[in-house]
């Protein structure tokens, strides 16, 4: 098994920029895609951004130029700096990884609100 713990969730102003980390504990081989995805209230989940293990990334288009996901492969551990925050980016965000062929694991979430 495998267990994500997600970090860095927190309250800012439109404009402003925060840091999630998520890091995999467990049985922590063979990981393929890293990702992250974001729920808001009375929305469907959606995908953000991810990252392939040799690092091939992929964003939704309204994030494209603001977010920058990342991976650390020696820590197991995805990031997710979000710049020129938006009151619209305001969700809960899971992050997320695939190891093996059918095997996908989830953290808690975290909560980001972006408001003045």
């Known amino acids: 098994q495998v267990q994500l713990v997600e970090s860095g969730g927190d309250l800012v102003q439109p404009g402003g920029s925060l840091r999630l980390s998520c890091a995999a504990s467990g049985s922590v081989f063979g990981f393929g895609v890293m990702g992250w995805y974001r729920q808001a209230p009375g929305k469907q989940r959606e995908l953000v951004a991810d990252i392939t293990s040799a690092g091939n990334t992929n964003y939704a288009d309204s994030v494209k130029g603001r977010f920058t996901i990342s991976r650390d492969n020696a820590k197991n551990t995805v990031y997710l700096q979000m710049n020129s925050l938006k009151p619209e980016d305001t969700a809960v965000y899971y992050c997320?990884?695939?190891?093996?062929?059918?095997?996908?694991?989830w953290g808690q979430g975290t909560q980001v609100t972006v408001s003045s």
């Open positions: 997320y990884v695939e190891q093996g062929r059918f095997s996908k694991f």
